[in-house]
């Protein structure tokens, strides 16, 4: 059944946003070049990795590494960029990831392989299900950004602090997540959205 809501939602919605999709990707490739979309490597269902698509909302690195994020490190996301965080549109894509199979609406949250190496016995729990657009973790930690970016060691705080209370998170939804619960997750997100200013 949540396979099924997942593709009709994840169709359907790919559908009726595509007009705000194709805004979104023109205003991308308009004030900050080419690529319009990110990808990265994520660890989802069993172990598996699969590549993740969002739009791009950062500059390229000047030394012509790759486009990935460092923990609390702002200074590379683009104005128009901000926005996109902010209001979740750039995470939109992943509907996608959906249709493919490789996500669900609702799960943990995806990581790099570098994160799920931290306490690995925990995240085989975590891999047992589809990761998701949103979660509870999600709700609780949309402002990670800006709460890393004003530590010292966003790195050591984010691995000793904020990850494993991520993990408590993931593992409670594993134990008891349920059809009506996905479906209140999905409302909360949205009015956390919407509640928080571009």
Avoid at 65 to 79: K, W
Avoid at 175 to 196: C, P, Q, W, Y
Wanted: positive net charge; glycine residues 6%; proline residues 6%.
């Amino acid at each position: 059944m949540k396979r099924l809501f997942d593709s009709l939602v994840a169709t359907v919605g790919l559908l009726l946003l595509s007009p705000l999709l194709l805004c979104a990707g023109l205003a991308v490739l308009l004030f900050d070049g080419w690529p319009v979309f990110f990808f990265q490597e994520r660890i989802g269902l069993g172990g598996r990795s699969f590549r993740i698509v969002k739009f791009c909302s950062m500059r390229a690195p000047a030394d012509g590494r790759s486009h990935d994020f460092d923990l609390g490190n702002q200074s590379r996301v683009t104005r128009l960029g901000r926005f996109l965080r902010t209001t979740k549109i750039d995470e939109l894509p992943q509907l996608w990831n959906v249709l493919k199979g490789e996500m669900s609406l609702v799960g943990p949250r995806p990581e790099v392989q570098k994160w799920t190496e931290v306490y690995p016995e925990r995240w085989a729990l975590v891999h047992s299900v589809r990761p998701g657009i949103t979660d509870p973790a999600s709700i609780l930690y949309r402002h990670e950004e800006k709460t890393l970016s004003a530590l010292a060691n966003p790195e050591k705080a984010y691995r000793e602090e904020i990850l494993p209370k991520k993990l408590e998170l993931y593992e409670e939804y594993v134990r008891s997540h349920s059809f009506s619960g996905d479906l209140r997750l999905l409302m909360e997100t949205f009015l956390a959205v919407i509640k928080t200013k571009p």
